[in-house]
């Protein structure tokens, strides 16, 4: 029997575990329930009463609720790559990912925010997002030496589909200015197979 992983194909925090399924190579054991998590069957409320995508079930029939989480599920299973490091650098690593999850917290309370009438718009929440994104974006930058090009893990598919996501729904915020070294471990990382792979469609 095959995992489940109920997504759908605009949902940054899917995309995260699509990336990481293609990168692990487990894409044979795993199929692509889409879904509209506004609009769920009840099959996948009663996987995840939250109504989040992603959401795993497992052969075993847990229903892992949360990307991280499904992230180290994934990774734990395939040859316990989550080991990867061990003391400082594993919770460097951990730090770093936090960040680029956040670049994405932040974006989607933003993207959120602006789906509401304009009129209601609450610009100090949009501006503190924006604040928040920048900093952390200027964190990575500092930090582009230590994201790896080849076998990526969490810290990078995290990375890199934050900044998918910038380019996807947040344009206006102009991320790769001056942010040439993370700029350019992004056009390379963009090019990766898992990434071509699982881009959203327009819209
Ligand atoms: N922390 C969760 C966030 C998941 C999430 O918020 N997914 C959105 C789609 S981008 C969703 O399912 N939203 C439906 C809702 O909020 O009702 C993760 O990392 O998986």
């Avoid at 054991?29 to 769920?40: F, G, K």
């Avoid at 928040?132 to 964190?139: E, F, G, S, T």
């Amino acid at each position: 029997m095959k995992m489940k992983l109920y997504c759908n194909l605009t949902s940054p925090y899917a995309r995260k575990v699509r990336v990481a399924i293609q990168e692990l190579g487990l894409a044979e054991r795993i199929e692509e329930a889409v879904i509209d998590p506004l609009n769920p069957p009840p099959e996948f409320l009663a996987a995840n009463p939250l109504s989040r995508v992603p959401t795993l079930m497992t052969e075993r029939g847990t229903a892992l609720p949360d990307s991280r989480i499904i992230l180290d599920y994934l990774m734990q299973r395939k040859a316990g790559l989550i080991a990867r490091w061990r003391g400082t650098r594993h919770w460097e690593d951990l730090r770093r990912t936090q960040m680029a999850d956040g670049i994405l917290d932040a974006a989607v309370a933003s993207v959120m925010e602006k789906r509401r009438p304009e009129s209601i718009h609450y610009t100090p929440f949009l501006d503190r997002q924006s604040a928040v994104i920048h900093r952390a974006l200027d964190a990575l930058q500092a930090e582009t030496g230590h994201l790896a090009q080849t076998t990526p893990g969490r810290c990078e598919i995290s990375s890199g589909v934050a900044l998918a996501y910038l380019d996807f729904r947040l344009p206006y915020l102009e991320w790769r200015k001056n942010r040439d070294a993370l700029a350019d471990w992004f056009a390379a990382f963009a090019q990766r197979p898992s990434m071509q792979k699982t881009q959203p469609p327009a819209g």
